[in-house]
């Protein structure tokens, strides 16, 4: 079974610290992405990963930053964090489109920014 | 701009009956569609999808049909179950571009 790992499933933070949110994967997937999801907004996509250290930006990456040193690893930091960054994040991964498609996701890290 | 949209945030149906759960499209780009379950506090579950080559997938009590000149897709669930009851997602890709767009979901409540 695919398991997308997150580190802290509760947060509470002060505006402006720095956050980081960790993310591994187990199953050698190519593609890695970070979600957040707000009450009648969705999930709406703040970056993703298709390979080690590339990255791309996706709806809504401002105040957002990512890393992705190691295949199996992708964080999202929040370089200074505010009360409207107060959200569920999810991270997810999937095989590249030639071999498969569907998105796995962790089980969500609630972040409360005070 | 949302590319796709899921116009019923709520949705109650009786144990037994058919749960029939609705989205659309914008983008003729998208080629593949997702199907996901979230219950509170824990990540989303994949169910089903379809590839935009065919109009329909079966996956035991779950079927969704895909209209592509209607840009509308239907995830059917039959019988419905109380542990159905939980928020589904519908998402679409263009599969070369890596990205998934979600829509806003649609909560279902299957009454015992």
């Known amino acids: 079974d695919v398991k997308v790992t997150q580190s802290s499933r509760y947060l509470v933070k002060r505006t402006g610290e720095k956050v980081f949110l960790e993310c591994v994967q187990d199953?050698?997937?190519?593609?890695m992405f970070w979600y957040r999801q707000d009450p009648g907004l969705g999930l709406r996509l703040i970056y993703f990963s298709y390979d080690v250290k590339m990255k791309e930006k996706g709806d809504i990456p401002e105040g957002y930053s990512v890393s992705r040193e190691k295949k199996e690893r992708f964080s999202l930091i929040l370089e200074s964090a505010s009360t409207n960054q107060t959200s569920m994040y999810l991270c997810?991964?999937?095989?590249?489109?030639?071999?498969?498609?569907?998105?796995?996701f962790g089980e969500g890290s609630r972040l409360t920014v005070l | 701009d949302q590319q796709v949209k899921q116009n019923s945030p709520s949705l109650s149906v009786q144990e037994g009956r058919i749960s029939i759960l609705n989205c659309d499209y914008t983008n003729s780009m998208f080629d593949y569609f997702l199907w996901y379950k979230k219950y509170p506090a824990e990540g989303p579950t994949f169910l089903i999808s379809?590839?935009?080559?065919?109009d329909k997938n079966e996956d035991g009590r779950f079927t969704v049909f895909l209209n592509k000149s209607a840009k509308h897709l239907s995830l059917h669930i039959v019988p419905s179950q109380p542990g159905d009851s939980a928020v589904y997602f519908c998402?679409?890709?263009?599969?070369?571009?890596?990205?998934?767009?979600f829509g806003t979901g649609t909560r279902l409540k299957v009454l015992a």
């Open positions: 379809i590839s935009s080559i065919k």
């Open positions: 998402a679409a890709s263009e599969r070369r571009t890596y990205k998934y767009i």
């Open positions: 997810a991964s999937s095989l590249n489109w030639v071999r498969g498609g569907e998105l796995f």
């Open positions: 199953m050698d997937h190519e593609n």
